[in-house]
């Protein structure tokens, strides 16, 4: 078995980052697969141990699909 790890909060510049990428109408799973950045797994045992960061993204996820119904209908 692998070493224990341990879960911790978001960083505020990564945690921004997330927020700012989702609600530009990306996916967090296109944003965890970029070089250097957190796992997915990472990402949400983040949201478990800070719900106002999984707050913050839950709004993100709204203001996104606004982008992508917006883009869907202007064809942009």
């Known amino acids: 078995m692998g070493r224990p790890v341990t ?4 960083p505020k510049d990564i ?3 997330i927020v700012l990428w ?3 109408g990306r996916f967090l799973s296109e944003y965890c697969r970029l070089d ?3 796992s997915r ?3 949400y045992n983040w949201f478990e141990k800070d719900p106002e ?3 913050r993204v839950a709004r993100a996820r709204e203001m996104g699909a606004d982008v992508l119904a917006e883009s869907i209908v202007t064809g942009k």
């Open 53 to 55: 960061f999984a707050e």
């Open 22 to 24: 989702i609600s530009g």
């Open 15 to 17: 945690a921004d980052e």
């Open 41 to 43: 797994v990472t990402v």
């Open 36 to 38: 250097g950045k957190p």
């Open 7 to 10: 879960v911790t909060c978001a």
